[in-house]
């Protein structure tokens, strides 16, 4: 999946906006001034408002005599706060970004180096040698480090177990099964699957039928084109030509799927660790099952989660960094686990026993090191927002409206093309 996929964490937990008053949770604050005297101001995802967190946020804040300035956003909304944000040259003191701006950021000169606080402080808080690989890939730049990722996810399959035993229905582990198990599902005012409108979605499918986003090297743009029309066609094909899934209603909401699946009118859904939590409050009836990535041409998924930047305006970059600490240790990653099922980026997290033992959060854990970065490479271009915006019409077009998947990914190649030059 953001990202994340990715980036799809945007779940709120109930009444944790009541646990500290003093914290704006207004997406359409006014601007606020990072230098505002005793106030530090975090742009936040609204889903990752975890309890873990406001303790991380009040122990920083007695710490340093501030008071934190928690503004929370849907990620379109904190793109769009951000970017008039760096325009106006007033910025927050921390970012938390739905994997890919980082880059896109460090790119444009808006986000700030840290490399110097990683040569000074990088060895006692084992950064980055106890962090996945690819998550200090995803937030470099020129040799040198621009952000710190604090969750590691990935997309793969959740399945009602008992849907699936009455239909008599194994987990699927190939596209040819998953198909087979959405039809035999579909029933009674069910569907197989429910699908989500979110443009990040389809990275696993692309990954599993090994196609490459954008190679640099070449400029070729999703090659083997073949291979990217017919993963396209196939997402499309569940809904309009099989009717194992709902048209996906278009918006901003990623939910979609998660609320099908915890009402029992979805028998499957592809998601993340950010819709365990919810799935659990509002059905706790639902036996879930989680099951590793699907096979196409490889058994592989998607690089989601979320990371921190510091903008390059922050006036108080040593805090920014103080704050980054705080909330990535061991100790508050476990604390985020245990809480909400949310996945993290070092590697000594996922060998926690408590990781190990769980039989879900493990189906994750296990499919991390095969999760693939899938825009990386634009990111570099410095051309991400214009990629996403093209992928989500080429999506949308293809999931919601039915085009032809070649149509649409024709015009998607043609206009990728000619801002990637």
């Not at 944000?85 to 980082?102: H, K, Y």
């Not at 690989?133 to 730049?141: A, F, K, W």
Request: charged letters at 20%; aromatic letters at 10%.
């Amino acid at each position: 999946m953001s990202s994340h996929p990715s980036r799809r964490d945007l779940f709120r937990l109930a009444g944790a906006a009541a646990a500290v008053p003093l914290l704006s949770s207004c997406a359409g604050a006014p601007a606020t001034r990072a230098t505002a005297p005793g106030t530090f101001t975090v742009y936040w995802n609204a889903g990752h408002d975890y309890q873990a967190y406001r303790t991380v946020i009040a122990e920083f804040e007695q710490a340093n005599r501030v008071k934190v300035n928690l503004q929370k956003y849907q990620w379109p909304d904190l793109r769009t706060r951000l970017l008039a944000d760096f325009a106006a040259g007033t910025v927050p003191d921390l970012v938390e970004e739905p994997g890919g701006w980082v880059q896109e950021f460090a790119v444009s000169g808006n986000a700030r180096s840290l490399q110097d606080f990683v040569d000074r402080d990088g060895q006692a808080m084992g950064f980055p040698s106890d962090w996945q690989p690819v998550t200090v890939e995803r937030n470099s730049y020129q040799g040198k480090v621009y952000g710190v990722q604090l969750h590691l996810t990935c997309n793969t399959l959740f399945y009602n177990k008992g849907m699936l035993a009455s239909a008599g229905v194994r987990p699927p582990t190939t596209w040819e099964e998953f198909l087979d198990a959405a039809r035999k599902l579909t029933k009674d005012g069910v569907y197989g699957v429910a699908l989500n409108q979110d443009f990040t979605y389809m990275w696993p499918w692309l990954v599993q039928a090994g196609v490459t986003p954008y190679d640099v090297e070449t400029k070729a743009v999703m090659e083997p084109r073949a291979d990217a029309v017919a993963a396209l066609q196939f997402q499309a094909d569940l809904v309009h030509k099989h009717k194992v899934a709902p048209v996906p209603t278009a918006g901003t909401d990623y939910s979609g799927p998660q609320k099908l699946f915890s009402a029992k009118r979805a028998a499957m859904i592809l998601t993340g660790p950010w819709d365990l939590d919810p799935i659990r409050k509002t059905s706790p009836d639902i036996e879930l099952g989680v099951a590793p990535p699907l096979k196409n041409r490889t058994a592989a998924t998607q690089a989601a989660g979320v990371s921190m930047f510091v903008p390059a305006k922050a006036a108080r970059p040593e805090l920014s960094w103080d704050f980054i600490k705080r909330v990535t240790t061991l100790q508050v990653e476990r604390a985020a686990t245990k809480e909400t099922g949310m996945l993290m980026p070092r590697k000594s997290w996922a060998e926690l026993p408590e990781v190990q033992s769980d039989p879900i959060t493990k189906v994750f854990a296990d499919a991390l090191p095969t999760a693939q970065d899938s825009s990386q490479q634009v990111r570099l271009t410095g051309q991400l927002g214009k990629w996403e915006e093209q992928l989500k019409v080429m999506y949308q077009q293809v999931l919601i409206q039915n085009q032809p998947a070649a149509e649409a990914m024709e015009s998607f190649v043609k206009a990728a093309e000619g801002f990637l030059k």
